[in-house]
């Protein structure tokens, strides 16, 4: 899902003239001010990339140990803020680039996806993501249930 919300893939001219999508994706340009659902995508990103390594750390470093009920309880709360933050990135596609309000304008670069925006592999991993944080936060309510 990064690609979007921190790099775009340009458009570049064929040997015939014609324009194509680049192989590579390159960096929004320093001027860029994104628009709030963009802001906000980056910082819920930023959020569950952190909290996601802090969790699968705790669990990775407690499975010898046996969980006290309130450390069971904060490793369930941080699950389910990990998932709602990975949720929360997809915020992306409302921004005005994906809304088709008009193009980026920064840097002499022009950004225009011209229609809306689509899921890529990587919102698509996203969500596949929600899903098995969200799988993960029912069990360890199981568990801090028994």
Known sequence: LSFGIWTFNPKISAEDGSLQEATYCAPYALEYKPSPPVRSAR?????SAILGFI???ILFFF???KFKRSARIATTAIIFATCFFQGLQLLFLQSEVCMGEGPI???SQRIDVGEKCHLS???YFSI???AVWFIAGCFSTLICMS
């Open 43 to 47: 910082v819920f990103s930023m959020f």
């Open 121 to 123: 592999t990587g919102a």
């Open 105 to 107: 304008l920064a840097a």
């Open 128 to 130: 596949a993501s929600v």
């Open 55 to 57: 969790i699968i750390g």
């Open 63 to 65: 499975t010898a140990m």
